[in-house]
């Protein structure tokens, strides 16, 4: 397995010192795609922003206490030797990211526990920015709590309906959110819609929910959609076949 040369950092449990938990991003997609990833709060910067994946292939990146971000996948993707290029869905500016990938996009997203590994870590998929590749979490290692599988296995752009529908070259390679689409207070949850008590789900945040019941839907979804793990380690997959 590839490993991101920026991180040569190993901690491990010794007494009440804390380790890093370790990342595992693997492609069961039939094409090649490139992650991209995008650290918060000034944490690491994991797999320098970006890298290309090939069908089977894994990569594993170690991650600080504290530390937060998102993973996502990239696809239909060109650069030139220098990293300059751009892709046709989740794209951000290079091979090595520098900002988020642009919507609709598939995100997982990380906290990390800042203390001790008994602490909890909070995780999600979120399809609140649209869907472009199936994508899953699940703990792995002896991790306690919850620690729950969050995903969406489902193929979402072969049953999007048409107002949501990105294409290229005849297919439909992305599925818009709802607040992409029509930017309106009640599908953004923003303006009179900005609190959970005035933002409702709508047909088509059903829709997503109906087809992956562990992912965000949209921007309120945190009761079915937010998981807990103390402890572990985690597996991402770029096309999940199951939970």
Known sequence: MDSDPTFHF????????VSAVVFTLQN????TVWPGT???????VLGGGGF????????????????S???????????DHAGNG??????CGGLNCVGG????????????ASGGRNDKDFYDVSLVDGYNVGMGVRPSGNGSGDCQYAGCVADLNGNCPQELQVMS????????????AFDTPEFCCTGDHSTPGTCSPTQYSEMFKNACPTAYSYAYDDASSTCTCAGSDYLITFCPTRS
Not at 38 to 44: T, V
């Open 10 to 17: 190993v901690t491990k449990i010794v007494g009440s010192t």
């Open 28 to 31: 069961r997609c039939t094409y």
């Open 38 to 44: 995008l650290s918060g709060n000034g944490a690491a």
């Open 52 to 67: 290309e994946l090939a069908p089977g292939g894994s990569s594993e990146f170690p991650a600080p206490p504290g530390w």
């Open 69 to 79: 971000g998102r993973f996502w996948a990239r696809t239909g993707c060109k650069f």
């Open 86 to 91: 751009s892709c046709l869905t989740g794209d």
């Open 101 to 112: 990938g642009a919507p609709p996009v598939t995100l997982v997203e990380f906290t990390i």
């Open 169 to 180: 070259s005849g297919a439909v390679v992305a599925c818009k959110s709802a607040c992409e």
